[in-house]
């Protein structure tokens, strides 16, 4: 009886199989078939009316760089929720924190001796205004000194001086440019001096007792009247601009060229003297927000796709690729989105992050805030690397992200996904960017990696950072899959598993800083 019976199912089996296979492969066809009018209106929207590039104008000419505090932080969340309000989308800014408000107003910096010449700088964020004044006053160079007691001795020398404590570069051109055109012993003979020169400069430093963020204040208590800095990006004319340590005293960040002609004149004995104006307002603390929309589930609205990118930037360009291009992406795929898919099955949200650059302070408060979100979240997608097209992404760790990434990734068109590396389970994201909030509590947030176009060196923080360096085919591009993977995300009859790879040490989890650049 056994074995007949066995033999009775295999024959079953074997004819069933067939049928099975195929109706296998007809589901998979009727799936892909059904997605395919949504996504190829997305595409076709994308490709022949793109708003991007209307969105970059207002916002990084308009509106202008997004420092946290500033009035502009909040210009551009007014201005977020109004566009998303025009398209239909319900937004609204939610607010998290509190922080320094501070608003950058007219610089001008200039050598008056012993020639004249306009000089290109960049007072830092939160620098302390100057009102009407300008001072006009010699150089002083921070000097090799044996210790933290001759440094004392040395400081009365910065009364009424401005103080340069950056190292002088050897050289202001990037080293793509060297291996081009330089033989191999010179480039080799320059790096190895410039690696000495840097490793002696950290020494010179360190032996005041102090540190880049302590020095500042020592010198402007000691009397100096202004701090000059040159924090160079390894790029032609690139510096990166970051804050300010002085409460009384500006501190500036000098050109490469300007700073390195200035402080061979100082070294030289020339004595060169400079005037420097530089303004800003102090507004007290201002509310800090995170700009979120929504598009409500019709079927399962309690379960949540979102799509998130920093808002915030650094003031020194206009925070074009870091982040316009990844906010303008979601932006664009939630109008993609609304146009095209105005019912989805599940709820999709858009986080609009404040203060990422201070430490992803605007995600970690959501994460902290909406723990309802977080738990029943079918997976989130991030961009922050600039404004390249979207090469690479990886399951964060996660054991079942393979298959679902995958059969969404299946549904965007071969031009967009056949130009991405995957790898899975991959390792979960400690830190950099927004997703690793998400992560960080064990939910699926998944970073959009970018072609680099030179983004470490040449806008990644820095006064080059400007709408002229976005490459808006790429963007587009990145709509498109933004949208697609929520759309498909949003389809998706089964809630994601997200189980986290053994022997992985897993990030833990930061509380978001609620009162930022305040006096405790």
């Known amino acids: 009886m056994k074995n007949t019976y066995t033999q009775s199912r295999l024959g079953l089996w074997q004819k069933t199989l067939p049928f099975m296979l195929g109706a296998v492969l007809i589901s998979s066809i009727a799936l892909a078939q ?35 505090g500033t009035p502009q932080m ?24 509190e922080w320094r408000g501070w608003e950058r107003g007219v610089s001008h910096i200039d050598m008056v001796s012993p020639r004249v010449k306009s000089l290109e700088g960049t007072q830092l964020a ?84 102090l540190n880049n963020k302590t020095l500042p204040v020592a010198l402007e208590n000691a009397g100096a009247v202004g701090i000059l800095t040159n924090n160079w990006s390894a790029g032609f004319g690139v510096d990166k601009i970051f804050g300010a340590y002085t409460k009384k005293v500006p501190t500036v960040d000098i050109a490469l060229e300007d700073y390195g002609m200035l402080y061979r004149l100082t070294e030289s004995g020339a004595n060169p003297k400079i005037s420097v104006h530089t303004e800003s307002k102090e507004l007290g603390v201002v509310p800090t927000f995170n700009t979120i929309a929504e598009i409500k589930g019709s079927e399962k609205p309690e379960e949540y796709v979102m799509l998130s990118a920093h808002f915030d930037s650094w003031d020194g360009g206009t925070g074009a690729t870091d982040n316009g291009t990844g906010t303008l992406t979601m932006m664009e795929a939630m109008r993609l989105l609304k146009k095209y898919y105005p019912h989805p099955k599940r709820t999709i949200l858009v986080g609009h992050w404040g203060s990422e650059e201070e430490g992803l302070n605007g995600s970690r408060a959501f994460v902290e805030d909406h723990p309802e979100i977080v738990k029943n979240l079918q997976a989130l997608f991030n961009q922050d690397n600039g404004t390249g097209r979207v090469v690479n992404l990886t399951g964060q760790g996660y054991v079942e992200a393979k298959d679902y990434l995958t059969r969404w990734l299946a549904a965007v068109p071969d031009t967009i996904k056949n130009r991405i590396k995957t790898v899975f ?51 587009k591009n990145n709509a498109m899959l933004a949208a697609m993977l929520a759309y498909m995300a949003s389809e998706d009859p089964a809630k994601t598993v997200n189980t986290k790879t053994e022997g992985i040490k897993w990030p833990v989890q930061v509380k978001a800083t609620r009162r930022g650049g305040l006096d405790k």
């Open 425 to 475: 389970p991959g390792a979960p994201g400690g830190g950099g960017s927004d997703f690793a909030s998400f992560v960080a509590v064990g939910a699926p947030g998944f970073s959009l990696g970018s072609l680099s176009w030179s983004y470490g060196s040449y806008t990644w923080h820095t006064n080059r950072d400007t709408y002229d360096k976005i490459v808006f085919s790429d963007l």
């Open 34 to 68: 059904s997605n395919k009018p949504v996504i190829d209106s997305i595409m076709a929207e994308e490709t022949n009316n793109s708003q991007l590039e209307k969105l970059a104008h207002e916002l990084f000419d308009g509106v202008g760089p997004r420092l946290v």
């Open 74 to 97: 909040k210009q551009a969340n007014d201005w977020a929720v109004a566009k998303y309000k025009s398209w239909d989308i319900p937004a609204h800014n939610e607010k998290w924190g």
């Open 126 to 209: 939160w620098s302390p205004g100057m009102g009407k004044k300008t001072t006009t006053a010699e150089i002083i160079i921070l000097p090799d000194l044996a210790d933290s007691v001759a440094f004392q001795q040395w400081l009365p020398n910065v009364k009424g001086k401005f103080v340069m404590i950056s190292m002088c570069q050897p050289t202001g051109r990037p080293d793509d440019n060297w291996k081009e055109f330089a033989t191999t012993e010179s480039f080799d003979k320059m790096k190895k001096e410039r690696s000495a020169m840097t490793d002696a400069w950290r020494k010179r430093v360190s032996k005041t007792g």
